[in-house]
Protein backbone atom coordinates (compact mmCIF):
# COMPACT_ATOMS: atom_id res chain seq x y z
CA UNK A 1 0.00 0.00 0.00
CA UNK A 2 1.49 3.65 -0.71
CA UNK A 3 2.74 5.34 2.17
CA UNK A 4 3.53 8.86 3.31
CA UNK A 5 6.16 9.12 1.17
CA UNK A 6 4.74 8.24 -1.91
CA UNK A 7 1.37 9.09 -1.71
CA UNK A 8 3.24 12.76 -1.08
CA UNK A 9 4.68 12.56 -4.37
CA UNK A 10 1.70 11.31 -5.95
CA UNK A 11 -0.42 14.87 -4.38
CA UNK A 12 2.49 17.02 -5.57
CA UNK A 13 2.44 15.51 -8.89
CA UNK A 14 -1.36 15.61 -9.05
CA UNK A 15 -1.03 19.59 -8.17
CA UNK A 16 1.15 20.34 -11.12
CA UNK A 17 -1.03 18.72 -13.42
CA UNK A 18 -4.53 19.07 -12.46
CA UNK A 19 -4.64 22.56 -10.28
CA UNK A 20 -7.10 24.71 -12.14
CA UNK A 21 -8.17 22.25 -14.74
CA UNK A 22 -11.36 20.91 -15.56
CA UNK A 23 -12.83 17.60 -15.00
CA UNK A 24 -14.28 16.75 -18.38
CA UNK A 25 -15.59 12.94 -18.36
CA UNK A 26 -14.95 9.96 -16.31
CA UNK A 27 -14.68 6.70 -17.31
CA UNK A 28 -15.24 3.83 -15.02
CA UNK A 29 -14.13 0.32 -15.68
CA UNK A 30 -14.92 -1.53 -12.78
CA UNK A 31 -18.56 -0.91 -11.52
CA UNK A 32 -16.93 -2.33 -7.82
CA UNK A 33 -14.26 1.32 -7.52
CA UNK A 34 -17.68 3.68 -6.94
CA UNK A 35 -18.21 3.04 -3.34
CA UNK A 36 -21.01 6.24 -2.75
CA UNK A 37 -23.79 7.08 -4.67
CA UNK A 38 -24.97 10.78 -3.68
CA UNK A 39 -23.57 13.11 -5.31
CA UNK A 40 -24.04 11.67 -8.72
CA UNK A 41 -20.48 10.78 -10.85
CA UNK A 42 -21.75 13.66 -13.08
CA UNK A 43 -21.89 16.09 -10.78
CA UNK A 44 -18.10 16.58 -10.79
CA UNK A 45 -18.30 16.94 -14.73
CA UNK A 46 -16.50 20.03 -15.37
CA UNK A 47 -15.94 21.51 -12.29
CA UNK A 48 -12.09 22.84 -11.76
CA UNK A 49 -9.87 21.28 -9.18
CA UNK A 50 -9.14 24.05 -6.24
CA UNK A 51 -6.76 21.71 -3.94
CA UNK A 52 -5.22 18.21 -3.95
CA UNK A 53 -4.35 16.54 -0.40
CA UNK A 54 -4.54 13.30 1.26
CA UNK A 55 -6.35 12.14 4.21
CA UNK A 56 -4.04 9.44 6.05
CA UNK A 57 -3.50 7.42 2.56
CA UNK A 58 -6.06 8.44 0.63
CA UNK A 59 -5.82 10.94 -2.02
CA UNK A 60 -8.53 13.99 -2.11
CA UNK A 61 -9.45 16.24 -5.46
CA UNK A 62 -10.71 19.12 -4.49
CA UNK A 63 -13.27 20.50 -6.92
CA UNK A 64 -15.11 23.47 -7.44
CA UNK A 65 -18.24 23.88 -5.30
CA UNK A 66 -17.10 21.70 -2.43
CA UNK A 67 -17.61 18.66 -4.41
CA UNK A 68 -14.29 15.89 -3.41
CA UNK A 69 -13.12 12.71 -4.96
CA UNK A 70 -11.51 10.45 -2.57
CA UNK A 71 -9.17 8.02 -3.89
CA UNK A 72 -8.33 5.15 -1.43
CA UNK A 73 -5.69 2.84 -3.60
CA UNK A 74 -5.22 -0.02 -0.67
CA UNK A 75 -2.52 -2.43 -1.60
CA UNK A 76 -2.17 -2.58 -5.55
CA UNK A 77 -4.20 0.36 -6.56
CA UNK A 78 -1.30 2.89 -8.96
CA UNK A 79 -2.05 6.18 -10.55
CA UNK A 80 -0.39 6.89 -13.81
CA UNK A 81 -0.71 10.19 -15.67
CA UNK A 82 -1.28 9.99 -19.41
CA UNK A 83 -2.16 11.77 -21.96
CA UNK A 84 -5.57 12.72 -22.89
CA UNK A 85 -8.18 10.40 -23.81
CA UNK A 86 -5.70 7.43 -23.17
CA UNK A 87 -7.41 4.13 -23.10
CA UNK A 88 -8.70 1.98 -20.63
CA UNK A 89 -6.64 -1.24 -21.21
CA UNK A 90 -6.78 -4.12 -20.02
CA UNK A 91 -8.66 -5.58 -16.68
CA UNK A 92 -6.04 -3.82 -13.95
CA UNK A 93 -7.44 -0.50 -15.47
CA UNK A 94 -10.26 0.51 -13.26
CA UNK A 95 -10.77 3.93 -14.40
CA UNK A 96 -9.54 7.03 -16.08
CA UNK A 97 -10.50 10.72 -14.79
CA UNK A 98 -10.11 13.15 -18.62
CA UNK A 99 -9.04 16.58 -17.37
CA UNK A 100 -8.34 19.12 -19.66
CA UNK A 101 -4.93 18.95 -19.42
CA UNK A 102 -4.27 15.18 -19.65
CA UNK A 103 -6.20 11.43 -18.22
CA UNK A 104 -5.27 10.03 -14.83
CA UNK A 105 -5.69 6.69 -14.76
CA UNK A 106 -6.32 4.32 -11.81
CA UNK A 107 -5.01 0.90 -12.27
CA UNK A 108 -4.84 -1.80 -9.43
CA UNK A 109 -2.94 -5.08 -9.91
CA UNK A 110 -4.49 -8.55 -9.54
CA UNK A 111 -8.02 -9.87 -9.00
CA UNK A 112 -8.89 -8.62 -5.73
CA UNK A 113 -10.78 -5.09 -6.22
CA UNK A 114 -10.08 -3.19 -3.13
CA UNK A 115 -9.78 0.24 -4.38
CA UNK A 116 -12.19 2.46 -4.01
CA UNK A 117 -13.72 6.03 -5.06
CA UNK A 118 -15.88 7.95 -2.99
CA UNK A 119 -17.65 11.42 -3.84
CA UNK A 120 -18.41 13.76 -1.16
CA UNK A 121 -20.69 17.52 -1.49
CA UNK A 122 -19.42 19.17 1.92
CA UNK A 123 -15.85 19.38 4.08
CA UNK A 124 -17.89 17.58 6.74
CA UNK A 125 -18.66 14.74 4.46
CA UNK A 126 -15.08 14.47 4.44
CA UNK A 127 -14.80 13.17 8.19
CA UNK A 128 -16.57 9.77 7.44
CA UNK A 129 -13.59 9.29 5.92
CA UNK A 130 -10.72 10.61 8.29
CA UNK A 131 -9.45 7.02 10.40
CA UNK A 132 -7.93 9.99 12.78
CA UNK A 133 -4.96 9.33 12.93
CA UNK A 134 -2.09 12.10 13.85
CA UNK A 135 0.10 13.89 11.47
CA UNK A 136 3.74 12.65 12.71
CA UNK A 137 5.31 15.29 10.77
CA UNK A 138 3.41 18.05 12.27
CA UNK A 139 2.86 16.86 16.23
CA UNK A 140 4.71 17.33 19.06
CA UNK A 141 7.14 14.65 20.51
CA UNK A 142 4.06 14.84 24.21
CA UNK A 143 1.18 14.73 21.44
CA UNK A 144 3.16 11.43 19.68
CA UNK A 145 3.89 9.95 22.77
CA UNK A 146 0.50 10.75 24.24
CA UNK A 147 -1.27 8.82 21.23
CA UNK A 148 0.79 6.27 20.86
CA UNK A 149 0.45 5.05 24.65
CA UNK A 150 -3.36 5.81 24.49
CA UNK A 151 -3.37 2.15 23.81
CA UNK A 152 -0.83 -1.03 25.14
CA UNK A 153 -0.40 -2.24 21.48
CA UNK A 154 3.11 -3.55 19.88
CA UNK A 155 5.00 -1.14 17.99
CA UNK A 156 4.64 -2.39 14.57
CA UNK A 157 0.54 -2.41 15.26
CA UNK A 158 0.58 1.01 16.89
CA UNK A 159 2.38 2.67 14.20
CA UNK A 160 0.62 1.14 11.42
CA UNK A 161 -2.70 2.22 13.39
CA UNK A 162 -4.63 4.85 10.65
CA UNK A 163 -6.16 5.47 13.92
CA UNK A 164 -3.00 6.43 16.05
CA UNK A 165 -0.58 7.69 13.56
CA UNK A 166 -1.66 8.72 9.85
CA UNK A 167 0.20 7.45 6.40
CA UNK A 168 2.51 4.57 7.72
CA UNK A 169 2.46 0.92 6.77
CA UNK A 170 3.84 -2.20 6.29
CA UNK A 171 7.09 -0.89 4.80
CA UNK A 172 7.97 1.80 6.62
CA UNK A 173 6.96 0.85 9.94
CA UNK A 174 9.88 -1.63 9.70
CA UNK A 175 12.40 0.87 8.76
CA UNK A 176 11.40 3.29 11.53
CA UNK A 177 11.85 0.31 13.92
CA UNK A 178 15.41 -0.13 12.67
CA UNK A 179 16.40 2.85 12.14
CA UNK A 180 15.15 3.43 16.27
CA UNK A 181 16.75 -0.02 17.01
CA UNK A 182 13.21 -1.42 18.63
CA UNK A 183 12.03 -4.85 18.69
CA UNK A 184 8.12 -4.46 16.22
CA UNK A 185 7.19 -6.61 19.50
CA UNK A 186 7.91 -4.36 22.01
CA UNK A 187 4.73 -3.01 23.97
CA UNK A 188 3.49 0.96 24.32
CA UNK A 189 2.90 0.93 27.62
CA UNK A 190 6.57 -0.34 28.16
CA UNK A 191 8.33 2.74 26.40
CA UNK A 192 10.75 4.92 28.06
CA UNK A 193 10.99 8.35 27.79
CA UNK A 194 14.38 8.01 25.96
CA UNK A 195 12.73 5.26 23.78
CA UNK A 196 9.87 7.66 22.72
CA UNK A 197 12.21 10.45 21.24
CA UNK A 198 13.94 7.70 19.64
CA UNK A 199 11.07 6.55 17.81
CA UNK A 200 9.95 10.13 17.52
CA UNK A 201 12.92 10.88 15.90
CA UNK A 202 13.11 7.58 14.05
CA UNK A 203 9.26 8.27 12.25
CA UNK A 204 10.18 11.70 11.21
CA UNK A 205 13.68 11.28 10.11
CA UNK A 206 12.99 7.83 8.02
CA UNK A 207 9.78 9.56 6.02
CA UNK A 208 11.30 13.06 4.90
CA UNK A 209 14.79 11.20 3.73
CA UNK A 210 12.57 8.42 1.47
CA UNK A 211 10.30 11.34 0.25
CA UNK A 212 12.79 13.55 -0.54
CA UNK A 213 15.07 10.57 -1.79
CA UNK A 214 11.59 9.29 -4.10
CA UNK A 215 10.77 13.39 -5.24
CA UNK A 216 14.69 13.01 -6.08
CA UNK A 217 14.26 10.38 -8.53
CA UNK A 218 11.51 11.18 -9.92
CA UNK A 219 11.67 14.39 -10.66
CA UNK A 220 9.71 16.71 -12.76
CA UNK A 221 8.27 12.93 -13.98
CA UNK A 222 5.13 11.32 -12.64
CA UNK A 223 5.70 8.58 -9.39
CA UNK A 224 5.51 5.65 -11.53
CA UNK A 225 7.87 3.24 -9.31
CA UNK A 226 5.67 2.68 -6.33
CA UNK A 227 6.61 0.08 -4.63
CA UNK A 228 6.65 -1.58 -1.00
CA UNK A 229 9.80 -3.04 -1.99
CA UNK A 230 13.02 -1.11 -2.58
CA UNK A 231 16.47 -2.19 -2.84
CA UNK A 232 17.75 0.92 -0.52
CA UNK A 233 15.70 -0.33 2.03
CA UNK A 234 17.80 -1.50 5.34
CA UNK A 235 15.26 -4.16 6.21
CA UNK A 236 11.76 -4.65 4.92
CA UNK A 237 11.93 -7.08 2.01
CA UNK A 238 15.23 -7.75 2.88
CA UNK A 239 14.99 -11.35 4.74
CA UNK A 240 18.09 -13.01 5.38
CA UNK A 241 20.07 -10.34 3.41
CA UNK A 242 22.94 -8.62 5.75
CA UNK A 243 22.28 -5.98 7.86
CA UNK A 244 23.37 -2.54 6.68
CA UNK A 245 24.47 -1.37 10.36
CA UNK A 246 25.52 -5.07 11.96
CA UNK A 247 25.86 -7.61 9.36
CA UNK A 248 23.60 -10.03 10.66
CA UNK A 249 21.14 -11.98 8.86
CA UNK A 250 17.33 -9.91 8.42
CA UNK A 251 14.59 -11.96 9.66
CA UNK A 252 11.32 -11.70 9.63
CA UNK A 253 7.39 -12.70 10.82
CA UNK A 254 4.99 -13.14 8.49
CA UNK A 255 0.96 -13.36 9.07
CA UNK A 256 -1.63 -13.55 6.12
CA UNK A 257 -0.65 -11.41 3.62
CA UNK A 258 2.25 -9.01 5.45
CA UNK A 259 5.57 -9.71 6.99
CA UNK A 260 7.65 -7.80 9.50
CA UNK A 261 11.22 -7.51 8.79
CA UNK A 262 14.08 -6.86 11.31
CA UNK A 263 17.14 -7.75 12.62
CA UNK A 264 18.05 -9.82 15.54
CA UNK A 265 21.13 -8.11 16.36
CA UNK A 266 20.15 -4.02 16.28
CA UNK A 267 16.54 -4.82 17.14
CA UNK A 268 15.86 -7.76 19.58
CA UNK A 269 18.91 -8.05 21.76
CA UNK A 270 19.81 -11.27 20.05
CA UNK A 271 16.35 -13.05 20.15
CA UNK A 272 14.25 -14.54 17.72
CA UNK A 273 10.67 -13.23 17.35
CA UNK A 274 7.81 -15.79 17.27
CA UNK A 275 6.51 -16.55 13.61
CA UNK A 276 3.18 -17.76 14.28
CA UNK A 277 3.01 -20.11 11.88
CA UNK A 278 6.37 -21.69 12.31
CA UNK A 279 6.85 -21.33 16.18
CA UNK A 280 3.29 -23.49 16.87
CA UNK A 281 4.40 -26.12 13.62
CA UNK A 282 7.83 -26.42 15.68
CA UNK A 283 6.59 -25.90 19.56
CA UNK A 284 9.56 -26.36 22.09
CA UNK A 285 11.99 -26.59 18.70
CA UNK A 286 11.68 -22.92 18.08
CA UNK A 287 14.96 -21.21 17.89
CA UNK A 288 15.68 -18.62 20.39
CA UNK A 289 18.77 -17.02 18.98
CA UNK A 290 20.68 -16.66 15.41
CA UNK A 291 22.86 -19.62 16.71
CA UNK A 292 20.26 -21.98 17.20
CA UNK A 293 18.51 -21.38 13.61
CA UNK A 294 21.25 -22.21 11.99
CA UNK A 295 22.29 -25.19 13.95
CA UNK A 296 18.14 -26.25 12.86
CA UNK A 297 18.75 -25.04 9.68
CA UNK A 298 21.50 -27.41 9.51
CA UNK A 299 19.93 -29.87 11.00
CA UNK A 300 17.03 -30.36 8.53
CA UNK A 301 19.37 -29.72 5.55
CA UNK A 302 21.94 -32.63 6.22
CA UNK A 303 19.17 -34.26 8.93
CA UNK A 304 22.09 -34.68 11.76
Request: aromatic share 8%; with cysteine; proline share 5%.
Amino acid sequence: MPELPDITLYIEALEKRTAGAALDGVRLNSPFLLRTALPPLEYLIGKKVTAVFSIGKRIVLAFEDDLFAVLHLMIAGRLHWKERGAKLAGKSALAAFDFSSGTLLLTEAGTKRRASLHLFDSTSGLQEIDPGGLNVLTCTLDQFSERLQSENHTLKRALTDPRILSGIGNSYSDEILWQAKLSPAALTSRLSRPDLLKLFDAVRTTLTTWTERLRSQTGDGFPEQVTAFRPEMAVHGRYQLPCPRCGSPVQRIRYADNETDYCVTCQTGGKLLSDRALSRLLGSDWPKTLDALESLSRKYKTGK
